[in-house]
């Protein structure tokens, strides 16, 4: 019948029709992040037996898939992951990049070498007072070096932590917008079955989310029926289901003075799974990198602290002291080496003595030689150092509230200290010349401060409790720990050179490895994101040619539908 063909046209204009709209919603769409290509699939309505014969009924869209490679959007999610970890390292790595310096001649090796110069010069010279000036100005240039360098780095620590808790804000919003969109998603395919009548853009806008989400966290995505999402950490800790989402937040535990990562409500830190995303890399950044910075460089300054004091401590000048107060304090009735002792170098004293040298108005040694002090490691108290000292005649000792020890000549007397072998002047910082024990508190001992003539270049002859005027053998100690191997903190043993050699080539393999994973990362996001456009990408060209394809269908449906209005026409003329 004619009325059948008229049909026929109809369901074509109107198929034609929506997939011109789906053509049409692609193009809008070009340039919108995130977005799949879209496709109608026609298929024809079910055939109507007429006289024996299977006759068609006409065209109807049976679906509007979206155009999509799982394999790829998952590599992409793997991909954002390992950019955005590479990248923030990569860019932390680069914030302190001043701190190193030159590689070849960094400011801390270029110091370190002006400290030693000016010992050397020192000993050339040591009733010089000028030189003693200049050891002083470049031990205060070194102490300004290692003192910047810790501050920068640990203010990038405290600052990459600081990000952290943005980064995990921002995790959280994206978090809760994935699960709204799965209600969504779910609520506009009720009913449905399978890939037909998806809700394309919600699960468009969700995929972007979660790819979104992957380049703060590393996570892995498991997909149900019904439009249901789940995603997990790479540890399996759960993060959003359907319409649930569980935030991140900051625990109680952690690294150093860093709070570790969890997932609200719970204890168990996810920090181990944190391998991917701007967030791990800020924890590798923080907690590997700078951290292991900031531990060679107090290494470095533990180490030249402790071996100069050893010499210095058991140095003299002409100049002999009227009173020295000990920079570190004590706990005064425990062991001096005892564990619980916040003296930092107070696991370096051993069993030994050292020498106290008391000298009358006129200079003479009373007597000469000296007294021995004995100490006994896990034995001795500074309240026994103190007895022991009152004990010698023309000084006196005392153990202040703070537990440190004053030692104060006689009126008219002098003193000076030699010949220690249990460290415990280094320890304690007794006629130091350096002050703290890491990179970020070594100072120069007040003394020295106060006047460089307190510098200590020769020792005591400690048969004789005499000194001569140009004795630089303490000068030439200290001048021989430049290419000492020396280790007072546990670390490898190593010369103060190498161990600055070793920090700024470790700074150098850390910025180029980043750079080459950032490099390769970045290659490889170029590929996949090629590959997605070639999948999912919309092509102008293409839906222009599309386009013309429905409009021509269109128009032939129209002319259909005309030649049937002709045909009904001529019948009913006919008729009349």
Do not use: C
């Given at each position: 019948m004619i009325s059948d063909s008229l049909n026929i046209a109809a369901s074509s204009l109107k198929t034609q029709q929506r997939a011109l709209d789906v053509v049409s919603h692609n193009i809008a769409n070009v340039n919108t992040p995130g977005y799949s290509r879209q496709s109608a699939d026609?298929?024809?309505?079910?055939?109507?037996?007429?006289?024996?014969?299977?006759?068609?009924?006409?065209?109807?869209?049976?679906?509007?898939?979206?155009?999509?490679?799982?394999?790829?959007?998952?590599?992409?999610?793997?991909?954002?992951?390992?950019?955005?970890?590479?990248?923030?390292?990569?860019?932390?790595?680069?914030?302190?990049?001043?701190?190193?310096?030159?590689?070849?001649?960094?400011?801390?090796?270029?110091?370190?070498?002006?400290?030693?110069?000016?010992?050397?010069?020192?000993?050339?010279?040591?009733?010089?007072?000028?030189?003693?000036?200049?050891?002083?100005?470049?031990?205060?240039?070194?102490?300004?070096?290692?003192?910047?360098?810790?501050?920068?780095?640990?203010?990038?620590?405290?600052?990459?932590?600081?990000?952290?808790?943005?980064?995990?804000?921002?995790?959280?919003?994206?978090?809760?917008?994935?699960?709204?969109?799965?209600?969504?998603?779910?609520?506009?395919?009720?009913?449905?079955?399978?890939?037909?009548?998806?809700?394309?853009?919600?699960?468009?806008?969700?995929?972007?989310?979660?790819?979104?989400?992957?380049?703060?966290?590393?996570?892995?995505?498991?997909?149900?029926?019904?439009?249901?999402?789940?995603?997990?950490?790479?540890?399996?800790?759960?993060?959003?289901?359907?319409?649930?989402?569980?935030?991140?937040?900051?625990?109680?535990?952690?690294?150093?003075?860093?709070?570790?990562?969890?997932?609200?409500?719970?204890?168990?830190?996810?920090?181990?799974?944190?391998?991917?995303?701007?967030?791990?890399?800020?924890?590798?950044?923080?907690?590997?990198?700078?951290?292991?910075?900031?531990?060679?460089?107090?290494?470095?300054?533990?180490?030249?602290?402790?071996?100069?004091?050893?010499?210095?401590?058991?140095?003299?000048?002409?100049?002999?002291?009227?009173?020295?107060?000990?920079?570190?304090?004590?706990?005064?009735?425990?062991?001096?080496?005892?564990?619980?002792?916040?003296?930092?170098?107070?696991?370096?004293?051993?069993?030994?003595?050292?020498?106290?040298?008391?000298?009358?108005?006129?200079?003479?040694?009373?007597?000469a030689g000296g007294a021995t002090i004995s100490v006994t490691a896990g034995v001795t108290t500074m309240n026994d150092i103190a007895t022991a000292i009152n004990a010698i005649t023309g000084v006196s000792a005392s153990v202040n509230a703070s537990g440190q020890l004053n030692i104060t000549a006689a009126t008219g007397n002098t003193f000076s200290l030699s010949s220690d072998s249990s460290n415990m002047l280094a320890a304690y910082e007794i006629n130091s010349f350096f002050q703290g024990n890491n990179a970020g508190s070594i100072a120069l001992a007040s003394a020295i401060q106060s006047d460089a003539g307190a510098i200590n270049t020769g020792q005591v002859d400690p048969a004789t409790s005499t000194i001569n005027l140009g004795d630089n053998s303490a000068a030439l100690a200290i001048l021989g720990l430049q290419n000492a191997a020396l280790s007072v903190d546990g670390t490898t043993t190593a010369s103060l050179h190498d161990r600055t050699t070793s920090i700024s080539t470790q700074y150098g393999t850390d910025t180029a490895a980043s750079v080459q994973q950032k490099d390769y990362r970045s290659v490889e996001s170029d590929s996949l994101k090629n590959q997605r456009q070639a999948v999912s990408g919309v092509n102008v060209d293409e839906e222009l040619v599309s386009m013309i394809k429905f409009q021509r269908a269109y128009e032939s449906s129209a002319k259909v539908i005309t030649t049937t209005n002709q045909m009904l026409d001529s019948l009913m003329g006919l008729i009349r």
């Open positions: 026609l298929a024809t309505l079910s055939s109507e037996k007429i006289a024996g014969l299977n006759l068609g009924r006409g065209v109807d869209i049976v679906n509007v898939r979206r155009l999509v490679d799982p394999i790829i959007n998952q590599a992409i999610l793997n991909n954002g992951s390992q950019l955005s970890y590479w990248d923030t390292t990569q860019k932390g790595l680069q914030a302190v990049e001043n701190v190193f310096g030159s590689l070849q001649s960094t400011g801390l090796a270029a110091a370190l070498d002006g400290f030693f110069t000016s010992w050397k010069q020192l000993a050339n010279n040591p009733q010089d007072n000028g030189q003693k000036v200049n050891v002083r100005a470049k031990s205060s240039a070194l102490i300004d070096n290692l003192n910047n360098m810790s501050q920068q780095i640990r203010s990038e620590q405290t600052n990459t932590d600081a990000n952290i808790n943005q980064s995990i804000t921002r995790a959280n919003q994206i978090l809760d917008n994935i699960a709204s969109l799965t209600t969504q998603i779910q609520r506009s395919e009720a009913g449905n079955k399978g890939i037909v009548g998806q809700a394309n853009d919600l699960r468009d806008q969700r995929d972007q989310a979660v790819r979104d989400l992957a380049k703060i966290i590393p996570v892995q995505e498991v997909q149900t029926s019904g439009g249901s999402l789940m995603l997990q950490t790479l540890n399996g800790d759960l993060l959003v289901q359907d319409n649930t989402a569980r935030h991140l937040a900051r625990g109680s535990g952690g690294t150093g003075n860093f709070a570790n990562i969890v997932i609200q409500g719970s204890n168990t830190t996810i920090d181990n799974a944190l391998q991917g995303g701007v967030i791990g890399g800020m924890i590798n950044l923080r907690d590997n990198k700078l951290s292991s910075y900031i531990q060679q460089m107090d290494s470095i300054a533990a180490n030249l602290v402790f071996s100069v004091n050893q010499v210095h401590a058991s140095g003299a000048s002409t100049k002999h002291a009227t009173a020295l107060t000990a920079g570190q304090s004590s706990n005064a009735a425990l062991a001096l080496n005892d564990a619980t002792q916040t003296a930092p170098f107070a696991a370096q004293i051993k069993s030994g003595s050292f020498k106290l040298h008391v000298y009358d108005n006129t200079g003479t040694p009373t007597p």
